[in-house]
């Protein structure tokens, strides 16, 4: 029994108590993880929480797209849903953006506007045809100006369907 002071006369006596009288320890417990194989709990040991830098690099860059849009909306409308629909995705509004950042990073595609503050986004394209012309480009215009001679993976305006731009995309780089 824990002796108890009168109201407002103290704190209780834990000492009198023979389970509060003896000082807590930390409860150690054993992290589990699911294991791939089995599917089934195991021990988690030190390495499994570690990567190698290989890994690091192909987690990071794991069907990255390439959005080059100079209106602040509609880049924030794709990258909500590429994101949403588990791609990584950088966003570049000019030009001079698109060429830095294609250069620092390789992209398994690009989504890629027309009408850019400055230049065309075909300068984009036909760089890209000659540095990479596996690399699919998926255009992106509100324009509806003939765009054959553009090769591009494929056009699509202003404003474009959700599901026919994934669906596209996933086309292009190999997961449909």
Same mark, same amino acid.
């Given at each position: ?26 409860? *150690?417990?054993?992290? =589990? ?45 794709? *990258? ?7 791609? *990584? ?9 698109? =060429?830095?950042?294609?250069? *620092? ?72």
């Amino acid at each position: 029994m824990i002796a108890v002071p009168p109201f407002g006369k103290g704190p209780a006596r834990p000492d009198t108590h023979p389970i509060a009288s003896k000082p807590s320890e930390p409860v *150690q417990t054993t992290p =589990f993880i699911l294991d791939p194989e089995t599917s089934r709990p195991r021990q988690a040991l030190d390495t499994d929480h570690k990567l190698s830098p290989d890994a690091k690099v192909e987690a990071r860059t794991a069907h990255s797209i390439l959005v080059v849009e100079d209106d602040p909306d509609i880049t924030m409308a794709l *990258q909500d849903l590429l994101e949403f629909e588990g791609f *990584q995705v950088d966003c570049a509004q000019t030009c001079r953006q698109a =060429f830095s950042s294609i250069e *620092q990073q390789a992209y398994h595609a690009v989504l890629l506007d027309l009408g850019l503050p400055d230049g065309d986004g075909c300068s984009i394209l036909e760089k890209l045809q000659v540095s990479n012309p596996c690399l699919p480009v998926i255009v992106l215009t509100a324009s509806h100006r003939n765009l054959g001679c553009l090769h591009a993976y494929a056009h699509l305006t202003k404003p474009w369907e959700r599901e026919e731009l994934c669906t596209i995309l996933r086309h292009a780089i190999g997961m449909a």
